[in-house]
């Protein structure tokens, strides 16, 4: 059975950082390109970041660029998301999701909730 688990999410002040990781099991991670998506409240979900299957290519929203960091253990199954410099508008839940390289189909998480407030 496939699954994604997200965990790390949580209440950080403006300026804070968090990590969050996604737990991948039922399937092999190297199979699967990987990426961040959020959303807002009132808001469609949105990319925030990608990682290439089996090389480090990454791609950032621009509103993120220079803060995150999307990283995979394809050893350990996982894929993590640092959140440095965090600003109230980062505030959302956030979602994991493995995407077939070849056949495209894809897999989501069920999020994690990341506010950021004082």
């Known amino acids: 059975q496939v699954q994604l688990v997200e965990s790390g999410g949580g209440l950080v002040q403006p300026g804070g950082s968090l990590r969050l990781s996604c737990a991948a099991s039922?399937?092999?991670?190297?199979?699967?390109?990987m990426s961040w998506y959020r959303q807002a409240p009132g808001k469609e979900r949105e990319l925030v970041a990608r990682i290439a299957r089996l090389s480090s290519i990454t791609n950032y929203a621009d509103s993120v660029k220079g803060r995150f960091t999307i990283s995979r253990d394809n050893a350990k199954n996982t894929v993590y998301l640092q959140m440095n410099s965090l600003k109230p508008e980062d505030t959302a839940v956030y979602y994991c999701k493995a995407t077939n390289w070849y056949t495209g189909t894809g897999y989501w998480g069920q999020g994690t909730q990341v506010t950021v407030s004082s």
């Open positions: 039922g399937f092999t991670l190297t199979s699967y390109d």
